[in-house]
């Protein structure tokens, strides 16, 4: 049998526990976003801005690199960000999944049709091309989870 001032906190902690949100729910990330420029000519260059992708850079095609934008956002789970890019296309960015020391984000360019997942560890992040290369020149997005 249960008293009444146990009947009162049981009612209360069940009350407490149906109005929080879930974890899942509850849970955003911080990202970094930055849009930046690959160009096969001229001479070999990284902006300093980049300097943290300097190992990542260097293993693709492109000589010089140059930071073009940059956004921060407190992500939530199927939320969205759109960014526009220097072609005047968009970049649309979406968490779809977030572990403890993992995200997996959907990211759109609708105008080129290109729609990819890409799941990022902690401490990681990821340099991915969304733009046609012209003229020698790509737009690529880098993101990364809890700069």
């Known amino acids: 049998m249960i008293g009444r001032s146990g009947f009162a906190a049981s009612t209360l902690a069940v ?8 974890l899942a729910e509850a849970a955003t990330v911080p990202v970094r976003i930055r849009i930046i420029k690959g160009s096969r000519q001229g001479p070999a260059a990284v902006d300093p ?9 260097g ?15 407190d992500m939530g789970l199927g939320k969205s ?3 526009p890019l220097p072609d005047g296309a ?4 979406t968490l779809v999944d977030a572990q403890k020391d993992t995200v997996t984000f959907q990211v759109r360019v609708p105008a080129r049709r290109t729609n ?13 091309q969304v ?17």
């Open 90 to 93: 968009t970049l649309e960015l």
């Open 15 to 22: 009350a407490l526990l149906a109005a929080a949100p879930t």
């Open 49 to 57: 801005r980049l300097a943290d992708l300097r190992g990542q850079l």
């Open 116 to 128: 990819s997942r890409l799941t990022i560890s902690k401490d990681q992040r990821i340099v991915h």
């Open 59 to 73: 293993r693709l095609a492109y000589v010089k690199w140059d930071q073009v934008g940059e956004h921060h956002a």
């Open 81 to 83: 960000v759109s960014l």
């Open 131 to 147: 733009t046609d290369e012209k003229n020698g020149e790509a737009y690529f997005a880098t993101v990364r989870p809890w700069p």
